[in-house]
C-alpha cells in the first residue's frame, strides 16, 4: 500500500491554464505539506495544514490554493500557470506539525509539472 | 533564517570507495538535523537523522554524527555501491516549526 500517493504523476499544460495536483495519505498523519524543487533539484516548502489548518504559508504566488477537505488529503490548485511553475512538486505527511525532528515526514513520490 | 549549506556535485566515485558529502548549517537554537535521499524517478526517503548534538544517525551503511561545535552533519559510507547512486539531501528543522529547509543537494554517481 502506498503511503502517500499524488495524483498525476505527470502534467503537461500550456501557459495561463488552471490545474490540480491530489495528494492522499494512509498513514493517519495529522499534517501534510507541499514543497516545490526546481530544476536544480532545489527543495522548498510551499504549505502545511495540520487537521485541516493551513499552519505554513511561505511566500508563494496567490495563484497557488492549497485545499484540504479532511486531514487525509491536500490538494494544490494552481491558476494562470506561468512557464515558471515548471517543476516537481511533492506531497509529504508526518503524525504532528511540532515536537521538530521527531516527526518524520513522509514524500509522495511527486507530480512533474511543465508548462508551456 | 534557518539555511543548510552542501557540498556542490556531482560527486563521482568507484565502487566501493570511501564516500564524504559535507553539509553544514545555520539555524536558531538546537536544529535537528537530516539526510533525505531522492533516486532517480522517485520522491525522498529519509536516510538518516540527529536531533541533538554529538548523536550519529545511521542506516545502510551511512552515518552522520551531529557536530554542534562546527555546525555540521556530514554523511559518510566507507564502501559505496553502484546502487547508491542518487541525490542527497541535507536538511534541518528547527524550533516548534515542522517544515524541513533543505541543502541544494548532492548527486552522487557510483561506477563500477
Known amino acids: 500500500d502506498t503511503a502517500v500517493s499524488q495524483t498525476p504523476k505527470y502534467l503537461v499544460t500550456q501557459m495561463g491554464n488552471d490545474k490540480s495536483i491530489k495528494c492522499e495519505q494512509n498513514l493517519g498523519h495529522d499534517t501534510m505539506y507541499w514543497y516545490k524543487q526546481d530544476s536544480k533539484k532545489f527543495l522548498k516548502i510551499m504549505f502545511s495544514?495540520?487537521?485541516?489548518?493551513?499552519?505554513i504559508n511561505e511566500t508563494v504566488p496567490n495563484r497557488f490554493s492549497p485545499k484540504s477537505p479532511d486531514k487525509a488529503h491536500l490538494n494544490l490548485h494552481i491558476n494562470s500557470l506561468e512557464l515558471g511553475d515548471s517543476a516537481v512538486y511533492f506531497c509529504a505527511s508526518s503524525q504532528g506539525p511540532t515536537s521538530g525532528g521527531n516527526n518524520e515526514q513522509f514524500f509522495g513520490p511527486g507530480t512533474r509539472l511543465t508548462v508551456l | 533564517g534557518d539555511s543548510v549549506t552542501q557540498m556542490e556535485g556531482p560527486v563521482t566515485l568507484s565502487e566501493e570507495a570511501f564516500l564524504t558529502i559535507n553539509c553544514t548549517y545555520t539555524a536558531t537554537g538546537y536544529p535537528s538535523l537530516f539526510w533525505y535521499v531522492q533516486y532517480p524517478g522517485e520522491g525522498l526517503q529519509l536516510l538518516l537523522k540527529?536531533?541533538?548534538?554529538?548523536d550519529k544517525g545511521s542506516n545502510k551503511g551511512f552515518e552522520a554524527t551531529y557536530r554542534k561545535e562546527t555546525t555540521s552533519f556530514h554523511l559518510e559510507k566507507g564502501s559505496v555501491q553502484v546502487s547508491d547512486s542518487a541525490v542527497y539531501f541535507c536538511?534541518?528543522?528547527?524550533?516548534?516549526?515542522?517544515?524541513?529547509?533543505f541543502g541544494t543537494g548532492t548527486r552522487l554517481q557510483v561506477t563500477l
Open positions: 536538511a534541518l528543522i528547527s524550533g516548534t516549526a515542522s517544515k524541513l529547509t
Open positions: 540527529a536531533t541533538k548534538a554529538d
Open positions: 495544514y495540520n487537521n485541516k489548518e493551513l499552519i
